[in-house]
């Protein structure tokens, strides 16, 4: 007996809709399925996706802005700001704010996340105890990878590299630098791939986060993932003075991380509030080249980042939100680039983040989104409301809407047209 059957799906893949048999918490058949199931639910029509992947998200310090001095201007104020709001962090105040978002990205449909936990002297492991017990606790909706991250440096902040080490062995995924923030770049990078080597996690940088391309830290980065043998196994994130390099340099420098298969996570929230603030006139939006990465064959993640603190005042943690931005910000709006989009933060972050059997087709986790629409770039331009998500075979979240126009006749109720 099957487990679930979610019928007349529309898929990215196929024009017409069909049906998905799910057993086991992975799907067993796409096309017509007619066996008994313990659960069978009629989509509609309805666009269905795999879920919704965060590829790069700051549970720990999110929500923050009743309790910092005042928005920030640039990254660097935006990290002292917050250093100082750490000092006052608990386990259990890192845990109930890392609660809150969570809920909303499992309502938006997030079946998996890469949180960044800070690890550093100020915090100690207080983030690493808050966020295993909500891996733990979310389990069922969510595929949480803890990235233990060195957001204030490993060599200007004495004591950090002992603590990462403690992070793994405590259970982080994978570990994180953070080389524009530390007195010897190169220095740092090598000692997050010394930690990835030793546990035999992936690595994922904070890197080049600057309007003019006054680090190029990423370089460092390609010759050492070379060196480890990492291929595959490395992200980085804002990466946005790739942007600002001549169009020559730039498309040599894409090649090279395409070569060593480097995913780039583009944050388009905090990039497009931190960058260009110098600019008095034609202000830049200081996004990585999202377009020429996605064209060289390089994955893109499209990811949260930050939400509600210094780094960036506004945030939803719904991954299709940040679609909707970057169609306009990164100037994708055709049919087919908006597909892409949807991609960004599906089966491109899937890839950064290498999650195993991700898709809709048969042997995939059943790892779903039901949206209200029918066409898949409706995703981005419309931002549908999510109907059901479904996690590892069982449905996780249902959305019930109602809406009742009263102008239109005394009492009248409808159900909301899908
Ligand atoms: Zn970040």
Redesign the pocket.
């Known amino acids: 007996m099957l487990d679930l059957i979610l019928r007349s799906c529309r898929l990215a893949t196929g024009a017409e809709p069909v049906d998905l048999a799910i057993a086991d918490g992975r799907i067993v058949s796409v096309g017509r399925a007619d066996e008994a199931a313990r659960e069978t639910i009629d989509v509609a029509g309805r666009v269905v996706t795999p879920g919704l992947v965060e590829a790069?998200?700051?549970l720990d310090k999110a929500l923050l802005v009743d309790r910092v001095s005042g928005p920030a201007e640039t990254a660097a104020e935006a990290i002292r700001l917050t250093g100082v709001a750490k000092r006052g962090f608990t386990t259990a105040d890192i845990g109930a704010r890392a609660r809150r978002v969570l809920d909303l990205a499992v309502a938006a449909g997030t079946t998996a996340m890469r949180a960044?936990v800070e690890v550093d002297p100020i915090v100690g492991l207080d983030g690493m105890h808050a966020l295993l017990a909500l891996k733990r606790e979310y389990a069922p909706a969510v595929e949480l990878q803890l990235c233990a991250f060195a957001q204030e440096g490993i060599l200007q902040s004495p004591g950090t590299e002992a603590l990462l080490r403690r992070a793994l062995e405590m259970g982080a995924d994978l570990v994180g630098g953070c080389p524009y923030n530390d007195t010897d770049a190169g220095r740092h990078i090598e000692i997050v791939f010394a930690l990835a080597r030793e546990f035999g996690v992936d690595a994922d940088f904070?890197v080049d986060f600057a309007d003019e391309p006054e680090h190029l830290h990423v370089r460092e980065i390609v010759r050492q993932t070379v060196r480890a043998g990492w291929q595959g196994r490395v992200a980085v994130?804002?990466l946005t003075e790739l942007a600002a390099l001549p169009a020559v340099e730039q498309a040599a420098l894409i090649a090279e991380l395409a070569a060593a298969r480097i995913g780039v996570i583009s944050?388009p929230l905090?990039d497009l509030y931190l960058m260009g603030r110098r600019d008095v006139r034609n202000v830049r939006r200081g996004l990585t080249p999202i377009r020429r990465l996605l064209e060289a064959g390089i994955p893109v993640a499209l990811a949260s980042?930050?939400i509600r603190n210094p780094?960036t005042p506004i945030g939803t943690a719904d991954p299709a939100h940040l679609t909707f931005v970057a169609a306009v910000a990164a100037h994708m709006g055709t049919q087919d680039l908006m597909r892409e989009l949807v991609g960004t933060v599906t089966t491109h972050a899937a890839r950064v983040l290498n999650l195993r059997d991700y898709g809709c087709a048969v042997g995939c986790r059943a790892d779903l989104v039901v949206w209200d629409c029918d066409r898949l770039e409706e995703i981005v331009t419309a931002l549908p409301p999510r109907r059901l998500v479904v996690k590892a075979g069982r449905v996780s979240v249902e959305h019930e809407r109602r809406t009742v126009e009263r102008w239109r006749s005394k009492g009248a109720a409808r159900p909301s047209s899908g």
Do not use: A, K, P, V
């Open positions: 790069h998200i700051h960044h904070h994130g804002h944050l905090t980042n930050n780094f």
